[in-house]
């Protein structure tokens, strides 16, 4: 049984003592495809997933589904698609085709996008394409006790607006049928007939329980949902949660119009990029789960989500954080199979598994395959170590001692280079001195070339041996791997020095400094 030291298990909990004989619980989650699902947005889902984990945790059945309310209008231009869609605005992000493949619609794109990411970091829900639902008329019984419940719904909305709902206002939205947009008013409503017109000029009665072109509104269509689907965890962001927002709203209608009852559920803060602003499709802030793969490993990624609580904002890094991120999961997962770890790290560390039926791996991934053979013969010092670790990695992987090709977490660090690493963390070994030395720092790097040839140093033998260069030459220790540096990769400052000389080889450093005159 799962401890109480993780949130999702303390929700869990909760959820079974609200309805402790229900034989399967509902967990839900879900958002409109209105652009690039991103990273973001994929913190509802993580939290969603975790608590169906929970819960299974406990042996108790549970069906996890994501809704894309793909039926939603379209409602403005996202930054990075072409104007001309302004003439879909009004319709379902469903019904008009992607400008990326025309094959498929605006919202197939994206939906299919963000499944596929979603597998890469375990995570597998029942997708429902609300268009679907809708076309298929399946809530029509539920809409029509919205709409003979009307004046009840507006009471429970206007409690919380400034200014009241019109008078014509009414619980159902109807898309045209020549047009396909919503831009339509109704006229008359008489148990599921809809006569309604549209500003383009059609005009008609519809059987809303055999024709497919109505929906409600958000905040009669979520508690809606909570009905019909029977939903027992749901969280949502700081705007649906505030005083007065559809959660408010959501918890009266669907008690009071459906006869229904409110999911539990916790409020998610926002994730932003470091230094950066929330994220959104709408500005073209979207970063996408499989752009954060690029950098971070799978169980990083999950990582960084886990290792919060809902309730607290984040910032996802990809400056020089990104060591320590992998650093804070590796020395996580070493005190994990030694059983150093206190209850809550314990599972942390198993929330960030890909497998939801299996809690942690039999041992630690190998980072270590994928080495070229020379490094294999050279690095003894690496020879018995399961998984490399990230900052070694930005130094093998620049000078050529790992393939990135065969080296998940190497292929991490090459990106990582290439696209966000800072200066600080490049560099290129130099095949000729191209730096002015004076007579001590000369002194000083023609003593070590000496030692390099006088036989084979461990790392840390290397490291010791530094400062008695130090000392035998009167350079000061600064001054010593400045000079060291700038001759190696021309920078001032670099990797671990006695690391970056034995993963170079020695052989190569001492060539170099046979330059020395």
């Known amino acids: 049984m799962a401890e109480k030291f993780f949130w999702a298990d303390e929700i869990a909990e909760q959820i079974i003592k609200k309805n402790p004989n229900k034989k399967q619980y509902v967990c839900a989650s879900g958002i409109t495809p209105s652009g690039v699902v991103h990273i973001g947005n994929f913190r509802e889902i993580i939290t969603t997933e975790l608590v169906v984990r929970a819960l299974k945790d406990k042996g108790k059945k549970t069906k996890f589904i994501y809704s894309w309310d793909d039926f939603d209008r379209f409602r403005k231009v996202p930054v990075g698609i072409p104007k001309e869609y302004e003439k879909y605005i009004g319709m379902p992000v469903s019904d008009f085709s992607s400008p990326f493949d025309k094959k498929k619609s605006y919202a197939k794109y994206f939906e299919e996008q963000f499944e596929t990411s979603l597998k890469k970091v375990g ?242 991934s190998s980072s270590a395959l994928g080495q070229t053979k020379e490094f294999a013969k050279t690095s003894s010092s690496m020879r018995g170590q399961t998984k490399e670790s990230f900052r070694h990695l930005t130094t093998l992987v620049q000078v050529g001692k790992v393939d990135a090709k065969h080296n998940k977490r190497a292929e991490k660090v090459k990106n990582w280079l290439n696209k966000y690493a800072g200066e600080d963390m490049k560099f290129e070994v130099q095949t000729k001195v191209l730096v002015k030395l004076n007579v001590k720092e000369k002194k000083a790097l023609l003593k070590l070339k000496d030692i390099l040839k006088a036989k084979k140093h461990s790392e840390e033998e290397l490291f010791n041996m530094f400062y008695e260069i130090c000392k035998d030459t009167g350079i000061t220790n600064t001054d010593f791997f400045s000079a060291a540096y700038r001759v190696i990769i021309n920078k001032p400052k670099g990797p671990r020095l006695a690391s970056l000389i034995l993963n170079v080889g020695e052989g190569k450093i001492i060539k170099l400094l046979e330059q020395i005159k």
Request: aromatic residues 14%.
């Open 123 to 364: 995570i597998k829900p029942n997708f429902i394409r609300q268009n679907e639902m809708n076309k298929k008329c399946k809530y029509s019984n539920l809409i029509k006790s919205a709409i003979e419940k009307r004046k009840e719904i507006i009471k429970i909305l206007n409690k919380y607006r400034k200014e009241p709902l019109s008078k014509d206002w009414w619980p159902v939205v109807v898309y045209c049928e020549k047009c396909k947009k919503d831009f339509t008013r109704i006229l008359d409503i008489k148990e599921y007939i809809i006569e309604y017109e549209c500003g383009c000029g059609f005009k008609n009665k519809i059987d809303f329980s055999k024709k497919g072109i109505v929906k409600a509104p958000w905040r009669v269509d979520w508690p809606m949902r909570w009905k019909y689907e029977g939903v027992d965890f749901e969280p949502g962001g700081i705007d649906h949660s505030v005083h007065g927002g559809s959660l408010t709203t959501g918890k009266e209608i669907v008690k009071d119009i459906f006869n229904g009852e409110a999911p539990t559920y916790v409020f998610y803060d926002w994730v932003k990029l470091k230094g950066g602003e929330e994220f959104a499709s709408s500005t073209g802030n979207a970063l996408s789960i499989n752009e954060v793969l690029e950098v971070y490993e799978p169980e990083l990624l999950r990582y960084l989500f886990v290792s919060q609580k809902p309730r607290t904002g984040f910032q996802i890094s990809f400056d020089n954080d990104v060591i320590k991120i992998y650093e804070d999961y590796d020395n996580l997962e070493e005190r994990y199979f030694s059983n150093r770890v206190n209850p809550r790290e314990k599972r942390i560390y198993e929330m960030c598994q890909l497998r939801l039926n299996k809690k942690a791996p039999e041992k630690k």
